[in-house]
């Protein structure tokens, strides 16, 4: 007999859940790096400052900061810490002609300052406000023997032993005096001070000039010239509790 008809299909099935994620592979190694790009050009130096060791020609230098014991002729970063220090060596080793320098400060000299023909031709200068006090006591502050000497001041300022200016006093010294043959001295633009004679010559021959210049003591005498003096006083001031000037020898130059 005749097939019989096929049966209806039969419905899907429900699919199957989809399975989890397998995990991320790593990453790969970083590449290396490119090269690095040339440097720029160095910029140009700058000028060269002063040095510290310069040496100055024929000077020396005094500083109420500086050092007796490490001190250098020539070198302004070397300098003395006292003034008599500073000129005994210029005597000591017979060094001529020089400039001793001497900056802002008080200064008390405690020896006689001796100028003769091993340190001679000696030009000291009084850079801004210097005082120069002796307390020797019993001699001269400045001895000088068969030489030059020239002081200078920067200004003699208000006058006294006060205020601004460049000053030499002493409480009971003789400031200036002379031996030997002949002598010359040179005095500007300060202030000097004493209880005693300010310049006393001795019997030597002494050649004085100053200039500029404020002269006061408390003694009997500012000037007391003996010997063959030539004195020489321009613009100056001169103060005295009795005698100015007292001489004892006709040689006497104004």
């Not at 003034?83 to 802002?104: D, K």
């Not at 202030?191 to 004679?197: I, W």
């Amino acid at each position: 007999g005749t097939s019989g008809s096929s049966g209806s299909s039969g419905s899907s099935g429900t699919s199957g859940s989809s399975g989890t994620s397998g995990s991320s592979g790593s990453s790969g190694s970083s590449g290396t790096s490119g090269t690095n790009g040339s440097s720029g050009t160095s910029g140009t130096s700058g000028t060269s400052g002063i040095s510290n060791n310069t040496v100055y020609d024929k000077s020396v230098y005094v500083d109420p900061n500086g050092n007796n014991g490490t001190a250098l002729p020539g070198r302004m970063d070397k300098p003395w810490a006292t003034i008599e220090a500073a000129i005994a060596y210029l005597r000591t080793n017979s060094l001529v002609g020089y400039t001793v320098h001497i900056f802002s400060g008080t200064y008390t000299v405690g020896t006689a300052i001796v100028i003769d023909p091993n340190n001679t031709d000696l030009l000291i200068k009084l850079e801004g406000n210097v005082s120069i006090d002796s307390s020797i006591g019993s001699s001269q502050l400045f001895q000088i023997s068969n030489a030059y000497l020239s002081i200078v001041g920067e200004d003699r300022g208000l006058g006294g032993t006060n205020g601004p200016g460049s000053r030499i006093f002493s409480t009971g010294d003789e400031l200036f005096g002379y031996s030997g043959t002949e002598s010359w001295i040179s005095l500007s633009n300060l202030t000097l001070s004493t209880d005693s004679q300010l310049i006393i010559t001795g019997s030597t021959t002494v050649n004085v000039n100053i200039l500029n210049c404020e002269l006061n003591t408390g003694g009997d005498v500012l000037l007391f010239l003996d010997g063959s003096t030539r004195l020489s006083i321009r613009d100056s001031l001169l103060k005295s509790d009795k005698c100015q000037i007292e001489a004892t020898s006709n040689n006497i130059y104004y």
